[in-house]
């Protein structure tokens, strides 16, 4: 019965290949996020949607597009994956008018 | 620009001891803040949070203290246990409802039996 989950939990991959990450919560929450760990550690933000709509998009390369099928589920397509892509990838959901954020496990992205 | 920082890295505090993490912030519009904690290999979890116009909040072991005039938080775990070992993230939220959370780059506590 896990929350928020994500897969691949790990995701080994070559320079140049597109690949996909899936999320879904099982929370009834509306809003769901995509963040990126760095190997700083540095937690930020990528993406929000609320209801299936985009409402934060930060400074993102447009190589990745953010995907939700339904309320329950955003999917993370990455382009033409760079060496720079490696990192944790999270996902989260969270109730309305809440700030706080329920986090998927992450999956792990290496880029050779 | 990391707009919530988390000066030290790491921390070890004997077991039974206050394990005291700290945080700053920049933004003066913050109102809201989170702290998570991580342990390997899965996602942050919700700990604790304050609204800005409270300057403590407790929840069992843990307290959390705002500064607002500071832009500072810290939160205190009293009596540690070593389960307590893990990364701590502080976060910020300018807006209820903004869903836009800053975090900090997390702090390693380590609780030694």
């Known amino acids: 019965d896990t929350a928020v989950s994500q897969t691949p939990k790990y995701l080994v991959t070559q320079m140049g290949n597109d690949k996909s990450i899936k999320c879904e919560q099982n929370?009834?929450?509306?809003?769901m996020y995509w963040y990126k760990q760095d190997s700083k550690k540095f937690l930020k933000i990528m993406f929000s949607?609320?209801?299936?709509?985009?409402?934060i998009n930060e400074t993102v390369p447009n190589r990745f597009s953010p995907k939700s099928p339904d309320k329950a589920h955003l999917n993370l397509h990455i382009n033409s994956l760079e060496l720079g892509d490696s990192a944790v990838y999270f996902c989260a959901s969270s109730p309305p008018l809440q700030e706080t954020q329920y986090f998927g496990p992450g999956t792990r992205l290496l880029v050779l | 620009d990391q707009q919530v920082k988390q000066n030290s890295p790491s921390l070890s505090v004997q077991e039974g001891r206050i394990s005291i993490l700290n945080c700053d912030y920049t933004n003066s519009m913050f109102d809201y803040f989170l702290w998570y904690k991580k342990y390997p290999a899965e996602g942050p979890t919700f700990l604790i949070s304050i609204s800005s116009i409270k300057d403590k909040n407790e929840d069992g072991r843990f307290t959390v203290f705002l500064n607002k005039s500071a832009k500072h938080l810290s939160l205190h775990i009293v009596p540690s246990q070593p389960g307590d070992s893990a990364v701590y993230f502080c976060a910020a939220s300018a807006l209820i409802g903004a869903n836009n959370l800053f975090f900090g780059t997390g702090t390693r506590l380590t609780v030694i039996p």
């Open positions: 929370l009834g929450h509306d809003t």
């Open positions: 949607y609320n209801n299936k709509e985009l409402i």
